[in-house]
């Protein structure tokens, strides 16, 4: 099983980004899909996840901003970001719980990605 994130980068204030997510290894199409970040210094939280039903749940600190979706492809969840903050600079984790449940705890998500960068200049 590996979940491959992509797409992070160095991006001003204000601007966008979209991370994608490709799994592999078994069938996701049942699991939460979720983001989480961690920033130097603090722990990893949720950004979004969402469920095999399409409901998502977004951190506090994203909403209006972020969109998590599933992608046309099998087995692809993206992040669509905007309106990005400095205090938005962290290193960006997928992760898949086979419940199927929406949960904001990183302990409940089973499988991880390497997670990619995410730099936002001020």
């Known amino acids: 099983v590996q979940l491959q994130a992509s797409g992070g980068g160095l991006v001003q204030a204000g601007g966008s980004l979209r991370l994608s997510c490709a799994a592999s290894?078994?069938?996701?199409?049942?699991?939460?899909m979720g983001w989480f970040r961690q920033a130097p210094g603090k722990q990893r939280e949720l950004v979004a996840c969402i469920n095999s039903g399409g409901t998502t749940t977004y951190g506090e600190s994203v909403k209006g901003r972020f969109t998590i979706a599933r992608g046309n492809i099998k087995n692809t969840v993206y992040l669509q970001m905007n309106n990005l903050k400095s205090e938005d600079t962290a290193v960006y984790y997928c992760?898949?719980?086979?419940?199927?449940?929406?949960?904001?705890?990183?302990?409940?998500?089973?499988?991880w990605g390497q997670g990619t960068l995410v730099t936002v200049s001020s």
């Open positions: 290894g078994r069938t996701f199409s049942d699991d939460t």
């Open positions: 992760a898949a719980d086979p419940t199927g449940l929406l949960r904001g705890s990183y302990s409940h998500y089973a499988y």
